[in-house]
């Protein structure tokens, strides 16, 4: 009979999900090779490079990958999905919701996953950062006469990559997973070709080598461990990526191509030094001799920069994520696909990125340098993952507490002992993404905060909506045509806007709709959960709208799809009355003086409701309020 359409049609989604999947997900730890090997045999590591530590080094990235990525990511944090979403703020989400609000350890766990999130923006800066400048830095390889232009040509490429982002990745994104294809077999076959002329390196696959290594190096195998952990940078992006593709794209990327080609490569990096020990001033790029210094240039930068651009998309995601959370101020958010709604493009997210890039690759002007800075952030988040992990199996999921703390203990164990070898590097490098963490986790903290401060204030001064609506209907009220919708926060009284249109204008609109806005701590709400309408009287609805925090809300749209609910809206009828809050800081309890202040800027250039919801302009009526925090 033949194979049935529907699974000839998976097969083909199947495919083109991993290819794609190869492109996305695994540019950042595909280009990881670029750059590790030089940086664990660094002078300063004081690691001597011998037969014995090339075996225990090499042993210890390949048993990496297997552990931490394979074991670790791949196989159990992949499970812990939000809905079939990944990524630390998804994942925060989820041990949120696993424990109680008053639970003693609700307020530490969105500390830990506010932290990773913080950290993984490090991440993302550093990412394009020292990928294009590893790349770049094999013309270094070929003719040191090209020293001075390393740096001004990373910068070039970088402007030009972020100076592309509002354009978005549509029509150059199907190229990426062929692209990287060729760029992991490549790694494959030169891994292959340096393993042939030194087989004996293969005796590194026994991870005996590996303990050997650590046991009898003791302290410098402790402080190598913190270049070690390079090899596995962009784990946590396969995480992240898991809404875009799924668990099993994701799962057959890495088993059947990157997994092996990283293996490969590794090793023969290592059968090269064995050979050569002179290449380690840069063994990637001394794999095939000077003929192959030029092709691999330009085909690593291409590897980099599809590499950086999937961490600048991933930015811009979870910065989507946060504000719907409530981490961060309302921003201009723009759509740079019709046919993919996860494609975004965050003005202001994308040329603070670009600054702090261009800064950091001027400054520490080596990819050698960044290496220090770039371990800390790595290890950092994938150390918030291990422990929210741990609430999701125990008290989600409500597995044994033993098999919970064997499941993660053996990888918080590790993930602990490659942040401390790192935190040794903090003057070295490593002080530039706590620095960088330490500035997001006080902006996230102070706007969590600052709203909540708001919201108490407004319920203090709240009056009950169904009381109010009694006592303004027992007198006699002018009302007019056309209807008036009045946003309202998540429990709040009578809006301020309603109160102040009454004591100006003294009247009310024939049809009043309240619109309550809810965003969950679920990615996505499904369109038919998504409106739920109350009948209040006297021709007065209670709307409430519910998002997940990677959904798009967009009112208008919304209230076109309400007719089904019983309300139908002429738009050239509504008017949307909003309220503009001007926000005072006190002496009184609060936050801290200066980040009161901090708070009130940020909220003074927040995106206005009106633009974040997509309500027209000329249908908006603003009136203002003040609020003390």
Same mark, same amino acid.
């Given at each position: 009979?033949?194979?049935?359409?529907?699974?000839?049609?998976?097969?083909?989604?199947?495919?083109?999900?991993?290819?794609?999947?190869?492109?996305?997900?695994?540019?950042?730890?595909?280009?990881?090779?670029?750059?590790?090997?030089?940086?664990?045999?660094?002078?300063?590591?004081?690691?001597?490079?011998?037969?014995?530590?090339?075996?225990?080094?090499?042993?210890?990235?390949?048993?990496?990958?297997?552990?931490?990525?394979?074991?670790?990511?791949?196989?159990?944090?992949?499970?812990?999905?939000?809905?079939?979403?990944?990524?630390?703020?998804?994942?925060?989400?989820?041990?949120?919701?696993?424990?109680?609000?008053?639970?003693?350890?609700?307020?530490?766990?969105?500390?830990?996953?506010?932290?990773?999130?913080?950290?993984?923006?490090?991440?993302?800066?550093?990412?394009?950062?020292?990928?294009?400048?590893?790349?770049?830095?094999?013309?270094?390889?070929?003719?040191?006469?090209?020293?001075?232009?390393?740096?001004?040509?990373?910068?070039?490429?970088?402007?030009?990559?972020?100076?592309?982002?509002?354009?978005?990745?549509?029509?150059?994104?199907?190229?990426?997973?062929?692209?990287?294809?060729?760029?992991?077999?490549?790694?494959?076959?030169?891994?292959?070709?340096?393993?042939?002329?030194?087989?004996?390196?293969?005796?590194?696959?026994? +991870?005996?080598?590996?303990?050997?290594?650590?046991?009898?190096?003791?302290?410098?195998?402790?402080?190598?461990?913190?270049?070690?952990?390079?090899?596995?940078?962009?784990?946590?992006?396969?995480?992240?990526?898991?809404?875009?593709?799924?668990?099993?794209?994701?799962?057959?990327?890495?088993?059947?191509?990157?997994?092996?080609?990283?293996?490969?490569?590794?090793?023969?990096?290592?059968?090269?030094?064995?050979?050569?020990?002179?290449?380690?001033?840069?063994? %990637?790029?001394?794999?095939?001799g000077a003929w192959s210094i030029y092709p691999l240039v330009i085909l690593s930068t291409i590897a980099t920069v599809i590499a950086s651009q999937a961490t600048i998309s991933g930015t811009f995601s979870m910065t989507k994520q946060a504000i719907a959370l409530g981490?961060?101020?309302?921003?201009?958010?723009?759509?740079?696909?019709?046919?993919?709604?996860?494609?975004?493009?965050? +003005?202001?997210?994308?040329?603070?990125?670009?600054?702090?890039?261009?800064?950091?690759?001027?400054?520490?002007?080596?990819?050698?340098?960044?290496?220090?800075?770039?371990?800390?952030?790595?290890?950092?988040?994938?150390?918030?993952?291990?422990?929210?992990?741990?609430?999701?199996?125990?008290?989600?999921?409500?597995?044994?507490?033993?098999?919970?703390?064997?499941?993660?203990?053996?990888?918080?164990?590790?993930?602990?002992?490659? %942040?401390?070898?790192?935190?040794?590097?903090?003057?070295?490098?490593?002080?530039?993404?706590?620095?960088?963490?330490?500035?997001?986790?006080?902006?996230?903290?102070?706007?969590?905060?600052?709203?909540?401060?708001?919201?108490?204030?407004?319920?203090?001064?709240?009056? +009950?909506?169904?009381?109010?609506?009694?006592?303004?209907?027992?007198?006699?009220?002018?009302?007019?045509?056309?209807?008036?919708?009045?946003?309202?926060?998540?429990?709040?009284?009578?809006?301020?806007?309603?109160?102040?249109?009454?004591?100006?204008?003294?009247?009310?609109?024939?049809?009043?709709?309240?619109?309550?806005?809810?965003?969950?701590?679920?990615? =996505?709400?499904?369109?038919?959960?998504?409106?739920?309408?109350?009948?209040?009287?006297?021709?007065?609805?209670?709307?409430?709208?519910?998002?997940?925090?990677?959904?798009?809300?967009?009112?208008?749209?919304?209230?076109?799809?309400?007719?089904?609910?019983?309300?139908?809206?002429?738009?050239?009828?509504?008017?949307?009355?909003?309220?503009?809050?001007?926000?005072?800081?006190? +002496?009184?309890?609060?936050?801290?003086? =200066?980040?009161?202040?901090?708070?009130?800027?940020?909220?003074?250039?927040?995106?206005?409701?009106?633009?974040?919801?997509?309500?027209?302009?000329?249908?908006?009526?603003?009136?203002?309020?003040?609020?003390?925090?």
């Open positions: 009979m033949g194979v049935p359409l529907s699974s000839e049609n998976h097969k083909s989604s199947l495919a083109a999900l991993t290819i794609a999947a190869i492109g996305i997900v695994y540019g950042d730890i595909g280009t990881s090779p670029l750059y590790t090997m030089k940086a664990v045999f660094a002078p300063e590591h004081g690691l001597m490079l011998n037969p014995s530590n090339l075996f225990g080094i090499v042993s210890l990235i390949v048993w990496g990958l297997i552990i931490i990525v394979s074991l670790k990511y791949v196989t159990l944090v992949l499970r812990a999905n939000n809905r079939g979403e990944g990524g630390i703020m998804a994942l925060m989400s989820l041990a949120l919701s696993s424990v109680s609000k008053t639970s003693r350890w609700h307020y530490p766990l969105m500390l830990i996953g506010v932290f990773g999130a913080s950290l993984f923006y490090g991440d993302s800066i550093i990412t394009p950062a020292i990928s294009v400048l590893s790349a770049i830095e094999g013309l270094e390889v070929a003719t040191p006469a090209f020293k001075p232009y390393v740096v001004p040509l990373t910068v070039l490429v970088l402007v030009a990559l972020y100076a592309l982002q509002s354009r978005g990745t549509e029509g150059i994104g199907k190229w990426f997973g062929p692209i990287m294809i060729i760029w992991f077999v490549s790694l494959a076959v030169m891994g292959v070709i340096n393993i042939l002329k030194a087989p004996e390196i293969l005796t590194a696959l026994n +991870p005996l080598h590996a303990l050997s290594f650590l046991n009898q190096n003791r302290f410098i195998a402790f402080i190598a461990l913190g270049a070690v952990v390079l090899a596995f940078t962009g784990a946590e992006a396969l995480y992240a990526d898991m809404g875009h593709f799924g668990k099993k794209p994701i799962r057959l990327a890495w088993a059947g191509m990157t997994f092996p080609a990283l293996a490969l490569n590794y090793l023969g990096q290592g059968g090269l030094l064995l050979s050569n020990p002179a290449a380690i001033s840069n063994p %990637f790029y001394q794999q095939l981490f961060l101020p309302r921003m201009k958010i723009i759509h740079t696909s019709a046919s993919q709604i996860g494609q975004i493009y965050i +003005p202001l997210i994308n040329w603070l990125q670009l600054i702090i890039v261009v800064i950091a690759v001027i400054g520490f002007t080596s990819s050698e340098n960044l290496a220090a800075a770039y371990g800390i952030a790595v290890t950092g988040t994938m150390l918030a993952t291990t422990v929210l992990t741990f609430f999701v199996i125990r008290y989600r999921w409500r597995y044994n507490i033993f098999l919970c703390w064997a499941a993660t203990g053996f990888f918080l164990m590790i993930d602990a002992t490659l %942040f401390s070898s790192n935190v040794l590097k903090i003057l070295h490098g490593g002080w530039f993404p706590l620095l960088l963490g330490m500035c997001l986790l006080t902006i996230m903290l102070t706007w969590k905060r600052g709203r909540e401060l708001v919201f108490e204030n407004l319920q203090k001064h709240a009056i +009950p909506l169904e009381d109010f609506l009694t006592s303004l209907f027992s007198a006699s009220l002018t009302r007019v045509p056309g209807t008036a919708v009045f946003l309202r926060g998540e429990s709040d009284g009578v809006p301020h806007a309603m109160l102040h249109n009454l004591s100006h204008n003294k009247i009310l609109h024939e049809r009043v709709v309240f619109l309550t806005v809810y965003i969950h701590e679920v990615p =996505w709400v499904p369109a038919a959960e998504r409106i739920r309408i109350q009948d209040l009287g006297h021709n007065c609805y209670q709307m409430n709208l519910h998002y997940g925090f990677k959904d798009e809300p967009h009112i208008p749209q919304v209230l076109t799809q309400s007719n089904e609910a019983g309300l139908e809206f002429e738009m050239m009828t509504t008017s949307f009355f909003i309220a503009r809050q001007t926000l005072i800081a006190t +002496p009184d309890a609060g936050m801290a003086p =200066w980040r009161e202040h901090l708070f009130v800027a940020m909220s003074r250039n927040a995106r206005g409701a009106a633009d974040y919801y997509h309500i027209p302009s000329n249908r908006v009526i603003e009136l203002g309020t003040q609020v003390e925090i």
